[in-house]
Each structure stands twice: as C-alpha cells, then as structure tokens.
C-alpha cells in the first residue's frame, strides 16, 4: 500500500514536471568551433516567436548564471543564454590566438545562425551588456549580418576603447575633485588619453582609481537569493568564473587597446534602445550619449537612464530595466 502511494505521488509529479504549458521550451544546443564547445540554453516562451539572445560580459564570464535576472522576461519571451568561448560552461580545447574580436563576432554569428535554423520563425534580439557590447559590433561590422536580428539593447558597453578610456579618465578626474582624492586626481591629470596614448597607458591604474572612486560597488554576494540560485541552478561553477578571465590576460590586452568599431553605429536600421546605470563609472554615460550620437541612420533610437544604478542597472533596478525590455519588444 505504502509502495503503490508512493508510486502515484511519484507520476503525479513527472507529469506535472513533463508537461511543460504550450509554447514553453528548455533547449539545450551546443556551439561547436574552433575548439570550443559554447552551451546555448534556450529557455522561456517561443509561442512568442521572439528570443533575446543575452551577451554576457566579461570576456570570460558567463549568461546562465545571470538567468536570476532574465527569468521574468522568460513568460514573455524565449531568452537564449550562451557561454561563449572560454566563459561560463563552455569548454573544448581552445587556442589562445582565438580570443580576438573577429572571432568573437564570426562566434556570435554561429550563434545566431543556430538559434534560426532551430526556430525558423523566430525574431532575435539581442541584449548585450558590457564586454558583450563590444561583441555586439563586432558581429554587426560585417555587411549583411544586421539582417539576421530585429533589434539591439545595449547596456553600459562601448564602441571604442579610445571613447571609453576618454571618459573614464573624465569620469575619475570629477569624482576625485568631489571626493578630494589629490591622488588619483593628480594621476588622471597627467594621464591624458589620446589615441596615440591607448596603446600604451597603464589603463588597468586608470581602472582601479575608478573602481577605488565608487565606480561600480554593487556586489551580486549581497543578494542571498542570487547566491543560492547561482550555487544550485547555474550550470557555471565558481572555479570558471574566477578562472576563465585570465586566460585572456595577454591577448585580450593587445587585441582591447586597438578595438575602435565606432563607424560601424552609422549603419545601423534596426531599432536601438541604450539602457544605461547613470552612477556607473566602468562605462560613463558620456559613452552613452556618443553611441546614441553615431546612430545616425538609425529609425528608432533612444537613451533609457537607470537614476540608481551603476555597471548593471538590471541587478539594481531590475523591475524597471525587465520593463523597458519589455517595451522595446512590444509586449
């Protein structure tokens, strides 16, 4: 009597557990290229016909573990989490002389073109945020690919290492005058940043003033839910995410200091929305107000501040930030 109660309680659960509501998916593919096997978790409503692709920062951290934040947009929406090469979950035997932007952007493309070939009658957004903004133009820098995406959400990322370290350094010479910091102030003054000066300035100094300024003092260890969610349901482990980014300690330095897609905002026709921490001091917003200057072609743009937040205005105001997705995507 016992077994056969226990066995009913047993199915009951598989299916309510299997029998997933009409148009909601939990895919799970796999990027495979040039050595590195990159995980793409599809999750959410693809009854929608829409799925935004997140591209996570970094270089070398990771989407999933940051789905805590997405998740809502997910009753909506189909929302695509991909690791990309060396980052999060993905693995492979990957040649250091990869980590470039080229194939980065050639990656994101495999991504995108995996993604359509599974749900053909998909619309794809994509929602970068910092490093994956960079990565956002990279892949857009190649005629044809903007096709492939209806639109782009843009968070607290750059174009141009030049434009960002440009307004880092104004970002640091401001603080530290309010803060009276001679220190940093003094080492920002005579620090100037040209074009010339990027490829040889201590910027990793200029970062660390920046950050010991207010930078970016948000701590995702504060939010206990994220902690246990990112301990127990993240398919990325705390070993990868301290480790994955110094494997581009060297190339990525060399390839960051010539990075300059700042042309490529010119010819942009979908629609653009920055959504932008105003306190942020990673990224300014002067970027911002640049970015939103070079879409000159483009025939639906705009600027969203987040008054209350800094690096990433969808861990500080998430409610907000989940909403202005939302509208961007007409829901």
């Excluded at 300690?249 to 905002?265: E, F, H, N």
Aim: net charge negative; charged share 25%.
């Amino acid at each position: 009597m016992k077994i056969t109660a226990v066995f009913s309680l047993f199915l009951s659960f598989c299916l309510v557990a299997c029998n997933k509501p009409e148009g909601v998916v939990e895919d799970n593919l796999v990027l495979r290229n040039k050595g590195a096997d990159m995980p793409i978790w599809v999750r959410g409503n693809i009854g929608s016909q829409k799925i935004v692709l997140y591209l996570h920062g970094g270089p070398g951290d990771c989407a999933m573990c940051y789905r805590y934040y997405f998740e809502s947009l997910e009753k909506d929406v189909a929302v695509a989490y991909w690791d990309q090469r060396v980052a999060g979950a993905s693995s492979g035997n990957v040649d250091p002389a990869t980590l470039n932007y080229e194939q980065f952007g050639e990656d994101a493309f495999l991504a995108i073109n995996l993604l359509k070939q599974k749900y053909p009658d998909a619309e794809i957004y994509l929602l970068a945020h910092s490093f994956g903004v960079e990565l956002a133009w990279q892949y857009l820098s190649v005629e044809g690919r903007q096709d492939m995406v209806k639109g782009l959400m843009l968070v607290n990322g750059t174009f141009s290492t030049y434009r960002w370290l440009f307004h880092v350094r104004e970002w640091v010479l401001k603080e530290a005058e309010i803060q009276n910091d001679g220190e940093a102030k003094a080492w920002a003054e005579s620090n100037p940043v040209t074009p010339e000066s990027v490829a040889t300035m201590d910027w990793q100094k200029l970062y660390r003033y920046m950050l010991d300024l207010g930078g970016n003092p948000v701590s995702l260890l504060d939010d206990k839910k994220f902690v246990l969610e990112y301990a127990f349901f993240s398919p990325n482990t705390a070993l990868a995410q301290y480790s994955h980014p110094a494997a581009y300690k060297d190339v990525y330095d060399k390839a960051l200091r010539s990075y300059d897609q700042s042309a490529v905002p010119a010819d942009i026709t979908i629609p653009v929305t920055l959504l932008w921490g105003k306190k942020d001091g990673v990224v300014p917003v002067g970027v911002a107000e640049e970015t939103f200057n070079l879409l000159q072609n483009c025939p639906k743009k705009e600027i969203v501040y987040f008054e209350n937040s800094w690096h990433e205005p969808f861990v500080s105001e998430n409610d907000k930030f989940i909403a202005e997705v939302r509208r961007f995507l007409d829901l």
